[in-house]
């Protein structure tokens, strides 16, 4: 699975449950399929760049802060990994 696709699933769930909404609820706002929501989080789809603007609006922040805060969870995971890696050494 793609390190930045994973990461954009989980600035979704993260964003979403920040709001108290379900999948459904982001859903219905964004003008997408629940299942797809779902995909997303769990890093299964790719969205397009239209996907990626209804999410950011219906979660009311702007495209850039939902790529921004995609790449601070992936810049976080990376960090991680290497700490792993040195401990394992």
């Known amino acids: 699975m793609n390190q930045i696709v994973s990461s954009f ?3 979704v769930r993260q964003l979403r449950e920040s709001q108290g909404w379900s999948q ?3 859903a219905e706002r964004a003008d ?3 299942s797809y929501i779902g995909e997303l ?3 299964q789809a790719i969205p397009s760049l239209l996907t990626l603007k209804k999410i950011s609006n219906a979660l009311g922040v702007s495209l850039s802060n939902l790529l921004a ?3 601070r969870i992936a810049q976080t995971r990376l960090v991680r990994g290497i700490e792993l890696t040195a401990i394992a050494c």
């Open 32 to 34: 997408l399929n629940r």
């Open 69 to 71: 805060h995609t790449e």
């Open 41 to 43: 989080e769990r890093g």
């Open 9 to 11: 699933g989980t600035t």
């Open 24 to 26: 459904e609820v982001l």
